[in-house]
T-cell receptor
């Protein structure tokens, strides 16, 4: 069973626009991570936010975490064609990651 | 530093056969995890090894097994393959210092006919 759910399931935006996706999870966490996957390949770690943090930035990425609502959001600013991918949130517990179903982002040129 | 490598990258098997997949972690990483990814079930945790010991196991039947060697390389085995085992199998490694962050390999695409 999956720990989290992403919303929306799919997102199509124009190059240069921002993309926002949300993740909700069920149990208490130590941290929440976001990963990217390009077309059925391996996952790439994007950013990790700890439970005592509310916001974190990495380049064009901004992640927020609201532990009271058990939710997180990932914002990609000024999107590029190379950002076309599936994005997954993941929570870790007992040496394993539990992933959400993912948001598929398509960036149109 | 070389990334996580997985072999083979693609595999076609028939029902009833068994298969062994291999994973070489990033040099210095001692934790190796395996995940199964399917369109229907998404990404699901199979098992995690650290210093040759399995620390956690996902909810998969006993046909799925794994092991880790003293050099941290890991293998997973699936016996008596079923059509539903067709999936992308991903291996990930992590270091003690960055225990929360997992670095994934490109995966092995297994097709069971």
């Amino acid at each position: 069973s999956q720990q989290g759910e992403e919303d929306p399931q799919a997102l199509s935006i124009q190059e240069g626009e921002n993309a926002t996706m949300n993740c909700s999870y069920k149990t208490s966490i130590n941290n929440l991570q976001w990963y990217r996957q390009n077309s059925g390949r391996g996952l790439v770690h994007l950013i990790l936010i700890r439970s005592n943090e509310r916001e974190k930035h990495s380049g064009r990425l901004r992640v927020t975490l609201d532990t009271s609502k058990k939710s997180s959001s990932l914002l990609i600013t000024a999107s590029r064609a190379a950002d076309t991918a599936s994005y997954f949130c993941a929570t870790d517990n007992d040496y394993k990651l539990s992933f959400g179903a993912g948001t598929t982002v398509t960036v149109r040129a | 530093k070389a990334g996580v490598t997985q072999t083979p990258r693609y595999l076609i098997k028939t029902r009833g056969q068994q298969v062994t997949l291999s994973c070489s972690p990033i040099s210095g990483h001692r934790s190796v995890s395996w995940y199964q990814q399917t369109p229907g079930q998404g990404l699901q945790f199979l098992f995690e090894y650290f210093s040759e010991t399995q620390r956690n196991k996902g909810n998969f039947p006993g046909r799925f097994s794994g092991r880790q060697f003293s050099n941290s390389r890991s293998e997973m085995n699936v016996s008596t393959l079923e059509l539903g085992d067709s999936a992308l199998y991903l291996c990930a490694s992590s270091s003690f210092r960055e225990a929360d962050t997992q670095y994934f390999g490109p995966g092995t695409r297994l097709t069971v006919l």
